[in-house]
């Protein structure tokens, strides 16, 4: 079995001309919600074995936020640079090329290919992913090659909201 974590960024910042929207960081919200999703990831005793990131400075430090909740070392973080950007079949493309020698995999990256993405992987439909969102697919194989919506089960969304006192 192949289980696959889909996470949308936390809230960036739009509060600084001059900066492209590769270098957004995050807000007071995104630097909130990203540790608080990783808390309730590891609350579910998540065991990554491999964490992607897009490298927009808004999804790496979601990610770099989500790792230190799950004790994941920061500097195994893969930054694909495809991820930004990505298109629905580009980012299809990507996790059906991760190594088959990982089963769990968290992908951090944008809307709308997030959402997109859920969407075509997944036998249920999700609605819009919103910031800092997570899916959990579980894909029946071996292969991530095979990863697809008919042998896929939609395991969990879980979102910042859930999470609010």
Request: glycine share 4%; charged share 20%; net charge negative.
């Amino acid at each position: 079995m192949k289980i696959l974590y889909l996470m949308r960024h936390a809230k960036s910042s739009w509060n600084f001309d001059g900066l492209s929207d590769k270098e957004r960081p995050l807000n007071n919200r995104g630097r909130t919600d990203a540790p608080q999703m990783g808390q309730a990831l590891a609350e579910r005793n998540i065991q990554l074995d491999l964490l992607v990131s897009s490298p927009a400075v808004r999804a790496l430090s979601t990610a770099a936020l989500v790792a230190k909740e799950l004790n994941y070392p920061p500097e195994r973080i893969q930054v694909l640079d495809g991820i930004y950007e990505a298109d629905l079949d580009r980012l299809v493309g990507i996790v059906q090329e991760l190594p088959d020698d990982v089963n769990s995999v968290l992908l951090v990256g944008h809307n709308p290919t997030i959402t997109d993405t859920v969407n075509y992987l997944s036998p249920s439909a999700v609605h819009e992913m919103t910031t800092a969102a997570v899916v959990c697919l579980h894909f029946q194989t071996e292969h991530w090659a095979d990863a697809h919506r008919h042998n896929a089960e939609l395991y969990f969304v879980d979102t910042p909201k859930n999470h609010e006192d």
